[in-house]
Structure formats: C-alpha cells, structure tokens
C-alpha cells in the first residue's frame, strides 16, 4: 500500500537483464542450458500462449534431452515463474530510467516516458507480459523471487507518482496511472490498436501521442 512517505521509496531492484529479446537470453554466446530453456520457453510464449508450452517442447525446441529442462525447473510453473521474476526486473530497471532524470527532463516528460517505458516493454516481450499478472499461473507463495519483483516494479511507479506530484502522491493517483499505462499496453500488444497500427514503429509513435495528450490534461502549475 501506499503512504504519505511515498517520495523515499527506492525499492531494491532485481538484477537487470541485458537488452536482448527474448528477455531470457544469455548476453554471449556460450548461453548454458537454463539460459536456453528460459529464451525457448518466451519465444513459445510469444508463438502460442501459455496453453501451448510444456516442457517437453522446451526440451525439443531447445534441442536437449526431454528430461534435461528438469535439471533446472521442478515443472511448467517454475520455468513461468522465473520469467515472470525477470520480466519484472526488466520493467523496474526501465520504469527507473526516467526517474532518474525528472529534475532534467520535467515532470510531464517524465510521465510521457514512465508510461512509454510500461507500454514499450510490453511491446518488446509480449509473452511475458502476458503472464506477469496472472497469479493462477505464478503463485507468489511459492515464488517469492517473483513476488519481490513484482513489488520493485511497482516501487518505480510509486517513486514515480511521488517526484511528479510530491505531497499530493496517493495510492489512488499510483492506482489510476498503473491503470492507464497498463490498458494501453493490452490495447496494443492483444487488442484493437495493435491490430489497427500496422508494426512496432507505428505502435510506438501512437503510444507517445497517446500519453502527451493525456498528460497535457493533468494540472502541474505548481511544484511537487
């Protein structure tokens, strides 16, 4: 939950992935096996949803040994849960970029590029995406690496909410911008706007547009 002390939020965050698709890649060539079985696992993913990945295509996709992905994952949930955990870890290190720099860029520019850092992810990993809010398929009882990235994310989003509106940051305002970025996201990457706009540049420029014009509806006359 979210309280008065939201501008000291500055969650821990999970360690980075490198900028590679899929978001499980190894960053040199001499990935290992599990690094290999997580990068086939997004790409079936991303090729055929959650119903169409077992561990038995991993292995075949992967060209190992049908009992080799049992090496590293107890079952279909762990290797879910382990995507789950670094898609949060990338979505945290990108919704902090522009924190980072809100002194510099400007409150509203910050806004513009928080939401386009949410929606670019899910446009760049539509598999996991998919999956990252589904409890049924990661249960964070089992999965607390999951869960605590999870919450790094949303501490950007928090941190964000407070550097841009200062004492007035409340959970419902977290709540309403979270919202926001996360319909368009959908919008984009399952529905009619995806559909309409035709590759990722298009999807892009359109989510820019989107969010400025929002934005330039929110009053911020006065300093956080």
Known sequence: MLDSRLDTVKPTLP???????????????????????????????????????????????AGVTHQAPYHHFADREAILA???????????????????????????????????AYVGFALDHPGIFR???????????????????????????????????????SEALATGYWSLVHGLACLMVDGPLGQQLSGPRARRAHTIEALSAMVELIPLDDPP
Do not use: K, W, Y
């Open 131 to 169: 999956i990252m809010f589904r409890p049924e398929l990661c249960d964070p009882a089992r999965f607390p690496e999951a869960q605590a990235a999870g919450e790094a994310a949303h501490g950007e989003l928090r941190r964000m909410v407070a550097l841009v509106h200062g004492a007035q940051a």
């Open 82 to 116: 382990e995507l789950v955990a670094r898609g949060f870890a990338e979505l945290a290190r990108r919704l902090a970029e522009p924190n980072a720099h809100v002194a510099a860029a400007g409150r509203r520019a910050t806004l513009v590029a928080s939401g386009a």
């Open 15 to 61: 360690t980075p992935l490198p900028r590679t698709a899929p978001i499980a890649r190894a960053a040199d060539a001499g990935a290992d096996l599990r690094q290999r079985i997580l990068a086939t696992a997004e790409t079936l993913l991303e090729e055929r949803g959650v119903a169409g990945l077992s561990l038995r295509e991993v292995a075949r996709r």
